[in-house]
């Protein structure tokens, strides 16, 4: 028990001692969100799959940012997977010179993800609405043609 207490006395002090830092960086962190949520467009970088034609999908680096067991199980062809969480931590992996496009199951997580990497600075970086769950309710690659053949009638 004494041995706890000590432990958690040094975790305490220790926390104490770096807070000053992590609150300086707090701060900027938050500086830079604002300025983000000042510029950014309505649809903070959100892409509905019906706006990609099919050819267009080879253009863009595409992330899915689900667990690998879920990626394991099924995912857009030509995907490669980075959980959300790691984005910032995989970032060196990720060009700001090509369009690149993140999702998830719904796109929640990828929104976070997303949103992230957008106040990092890719602002080449698209979320996908709906996530891998409404683009295979919509069509998939094919998703683009058939809101055009809808459109029409």
């Known amino acids: 028990m ?14 104490l001692a770096i807070a000053p830092a992590a609150w300086a960086d707090k701060a900027q962190a938050i500086d830079e969100m604002e300025a983000y949520l000042e510029f950014v467009d309505y649809g903070g970088g959100v892409i509905f799959a019906e706006q990609i034609p099919k050819d267009d999908w080879k253009k863009f680096l595409v992330i899915d940012a689900r667990d690998p067991a879920q990626f394991a199980k099924s995912h857009i062809p030509g995907a490669i997977n980075i959980e959300w969480r790691q984005v910032l931590a995989k970032r060196a992996s990720i060009p700001k010179d090509k369009p690149v496009l993140i999702y998830c199951n719904s796109g929640s997580l990828s929104a976070q993800a997303g949103f992230a990497m957008r106040v990092a600075g890719w602002d080449n970086l698209r979320i996908l609405q709906g996530g891998f769950d409404e683009w295979r309710a919509k069509g998939g690659f094919d998703a683009s043609a058939k809101a055009t053949i809808q459109a029409t009638h």
Request: glycine share 0%; charged share 15%; proline share 0%.
């Open 2 to 15: 004494k041995l706890r207490s000590t432990i958690s006395l040094a975790l305490a002090c220790a926390t």
